[in-house]
């Protein structure tokens, strides 16, 4: 069974950075695909960025591309997502899963760790 522990967050001012980390245990790492999902208070978990097994990059939205960078390390077990420039509205629980594109959407297919918080104050 594939288990998720993500860490790295916390409280960060507007224009900072935070890398966040997901550790995955149990499964095949080196097969998946993963991506990073956030939730805001009251709103949706939204898809962030995924990277193939092969290591391509996809990100949800162009803004989020110039400030976000997604990498993973198959030794480790361990995939990355960097964030820069971060504003307030990027406050939220971000959550990382094995992920699969079923008609262009990209969806978490195991059951979720806790995730990370990361508040960003103004």
């Known amino acids: 069974q594939v288990q998720l522990v993500e860490s790295g967050g916390g409280l960060v001012q507007d224009g900072g950075s935070r890398r966040l980390s997901c550790v995955v245990s149990g499964g095949t790492f080196g097969s998946y695909d993963m991506g990073w999902f956030r939730q805001a208070l009251g709103k949706e978990r939204e898809f962030v960025a995924a990277?193939?097994?092969?290591?391509?990059?996809?990100y949800n939205k162009d803004s989020v591309k110039a400030r976000l960078f997604i990498a993973r390390d198959s030794v480790k077990k361990t995939v990355y997502l960097q964030m820069n420039n971060l504003k307030p509205e990027d406050t939220a629980v971000y959550c990382c899963?094995?992920?699969?594109?079923?008609?262009?959407?990209?969806?978490?297919?195991?059951?979720w760790g806790k995730g990370t918080v990361v508040t960003v104050s103004s």
């Open positions: 899963n094995v992920v699969r594109n079923n008609s262009g959407a990209y969806h978490g297919i195991y059951s």
């Open positions: 990277i193939t097994w092969r290591g391509e990059r996809i």
